[in-house]
C-alpha cells in the first residue's frame, strides 16, 4: 500500500477541551505520523498513513471527540505523503482574520473531584484543581488561540510535576491550560479590613466557622465575588438584604449536593440533568413546605434559586458537616445594581461594607461572568439569563451574516456579535443605569472583537433615544462612521425567538411580543404586542389598548399609580375600599388626577406587564415593588390553578379593550373573592384574548406559527395557558430555548434584523 498525507480542518468548540492530546493518542493508537496544532480559526491536523488508516482516522475524529468539544465542520484533503517521523503537537498559528468560537467555563469534572478529596493525592484539597476537561475557560482567555500565555494563568510558572503532566499526552493534564498544584498554582487567603489572617486550608476552614457564625463573606470565584452566608437563619440574610441595599428580590443558593438540594425543593428529571451539567446554572426550582430555608431568601415565592458547587473551592467550602449550613446564599458580590467585582482591589473597596471577611485568591479575573439562571418548562430547559457556562458558545444562524454589532437593551443588557453563521451573544452585563455597567459593556465589546476578530460592519440599537446602550451605540457608529440600524424592541424579541430556532425568515410569523416595557414607533411603551413579522419588517395588526403611565417610572415603581391611571382612563372611579385608593392621601389622589387630566409627563403605554401590575394592585396583592416585574410574579404565584372562571377582554377594531374584564375583576375585589380566583381569572382570561386574536390573525394571513418573545412570558402560568389553547388549535409555536425571553435575548434578534436590512 502506498503512503498518502491527509490535511484536516476543524472549527467549533476545540480548543480548551483536550482535542489535541485526543488527536494525538488517537494518531499514535493508529500508527499515524505528523502533527496537530490550534490555529486561531480551530485546530489543524496534517497526518501521513495509508488510506484506509486515514479514513479511520478522520472517521474517529469525529465519533471519539472529546465530550466537550462540538465540531462545527470538519474539512480534508489528500495529498502526497510527506515523510513526518514522529506524531506532534506543534506550535499554535494564530491567523490574522481567523476566528473560532471560545469555550465557556466548565464546572469540575468528577476525575478532579476524586482526587480533590484523595488524601494520597499531590492535589488533596487544592482549590484550583483542574484538567483538560474542566476548569475556567472564558473568564480566563485574554486572547486566542487558547494557550496559557494568553490567559490569567500567565504569571504562575509550571512546577516540574506539572509540566511533565502537561507534556504528557498519556496524561490527563496534557496541554491543560489553567494546570496548577499546590507548589505552583493560584492560592487562596481569608482577609479581614486589608490584613491577611489565614491562607490555604486554614483560610478555608475559618471561612467556614466564620459561616456557620452567622457571618458575611466575599468569596472570589470564577466570573467575580459572590456574597455569602448561612441560608437557613433569619438574621444573616436579613443582615445581608440591609447592606446590599435589597429588599425583596430573591437570592440564589448554593446546596453540596443533590440530596440535600431535594430535602428542600421538587426536582424532576431535567431539572436534576441542568444541576449537574457542566454549566451548573441557578435552576429555579419549587420548593418544599418543609425547607427550612430562611424566608427572607425569596420573599413571597414559592420558588428557590438553587445551584450545585462547581469549582472545588466552592466544594471544600460546602464538603459536609453537622455544624455547617446546608444551603448558603450566594448573590452576586455588588452593591444594588453595580457590576459583580472582579479583581482583588475592586472588592475590597466596593464591597467593604457589605462583607464581613473576604476569602481571595490571586488568579485574575478577565472577564466578569455572573451565574446563569434557568428554569424548566415542558421537560426542557428554558433560560433566564444566559451567562457563566453558556457564554460565549454562538447560536448557529440560519444563514450568513456580515460582521455586526447589536448593543442591546438598557435592563438585563447583553451585547451580540455576529460573523459568518455565527451569533455570540455576550454575557450578563447588567442594567446600564450607571456608568460602571456601560464601561462593562464598552469593555466587553472591545474583549469580543478581539477574540472572535470581528470588525462591525454596521451597528444596531435599540430606538429609545435615552438608553445608554443606545447612545453608545450611536456614537461609535457616527466616530467609525458605520452604518446604525435603529431596531423596535418587540420586532427584536420576536426576530430573536425566530433566529434561535433557525427560521430562515423567508416566511412571516404571528409574534406575541409581551413585555414590560419597549419603546414604540409613535413615542407610547409598547409591550402588549400582537405582530406580523420576518426579518425584515414587521406590521402591528393588534395591541393592547393604551392606557395612561403617570410619571412614567413613578407608575412601574408604584403599581397603585399604575392601577387608578387604569381605572380612570377605563372611567371607573376609585372607590374608597380599593387597595390600591387606600394606598394614597386624599391629597395624593387628587394630584394624580390632575396629573392625569392634564396629561403631565404621563406617556401612554400598551404595556401588558402594566397591565399586570394594575391587576396585582387591584387585587390587594402588591401596590409598590422593589424589584422589576415583582407585583407580576406575586400576583402569578397566588393563581388558583383549579380556577376555571374567567375575565373577558375584548377585541375593538386593532386594540384589546380591557374595561369589561377589569370591571369584572373589580367586581370579585368588592365581593371579597379571594386573590388566589382574581388571579387565574385574569390569567384564563388573557389566554382566551390571545386565542381569539391569533385565531382572528390566522384568519387574515393564513399564518399558522407563532413566537412568544418578552419578559411577560417568564410568567409559566400564562404559558402553560396559552399554549394548550394555541396547539388545540393546531398552531405551531416557538418558545425560547436558547436565550432569554426577557430582554437578556434582546440583542440576538437586533443583530439579525440588521443583518437582514444590511443584505438589502
Ligand atoms: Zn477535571
Ligand atoms: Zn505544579
Ligand atoms: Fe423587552
Redesign the pocket.
Known sequence: MSMQSARIHISGIVQGVGFRPFVYNLATRLGLRGWVRNTSAGVDIEVDGEHDVLVAFIHAVRSEAPALSHIEELTSSFGGAHGFRSFEIIHSESLDSAFQPISPDVAVCDDCLRELFDPSDRRYHYPFINCTNCGPRFTIIKDIPYDRPQTTMAPFAMCQDCEREYTDPSNRRFHAQPVACPSCGPRVWLERQGTQRAAEADAIQQTRQLLAQGQIVAIKGLGGFHLACDATRAGPVAELRARKLRVDKPFALMMPDLETIERHCFVSRTERELLVSSARPIVLLRRKMESNIAEQVAPHQDWLGVMLPYTPLHYLLLEGADDFPQALVMTSGNLSEEPIATDNEEARQGLSSLADVFLMHDRDIHVRCDDSVVRVLEKEIYPLRRSRGYAPFPVKLPWEAPPLLAAG?ELKNTFCITNRNYAFLSHHIGDLENYETLRSLEQGVEHFERLFRVRPEAIAYDLHPNYLATRYALERAARENLPAFGIQ?HHA?IAACMAEHGLDGSQPVIGLSF????YGEDGAIWGGEFLVADYRSYQRPFHLAYFPLPGGDASIRKPARTALALLWSLGLGWEGSLPPVVEFQEEERQLLRAQLEKRINTPMTSSLGRLFDAAAALAGVRQAVNYEGQAAIEFEALADPDEAGIYSFELEQDQVNVGSGIASLLGDVRAGIPASKISARFHNGLAEMIQTTIRKMNRDTGIRRVALS??VWQNLTLIGRTLSLLRADGFTVYLHRQVPT??GG?ALGQAIIAASRLRG
Open positions: 437593551p424592541h424579541h413585555d414590560g416595557t419597549g418578552g419578559g426577557n430582554d434582546l
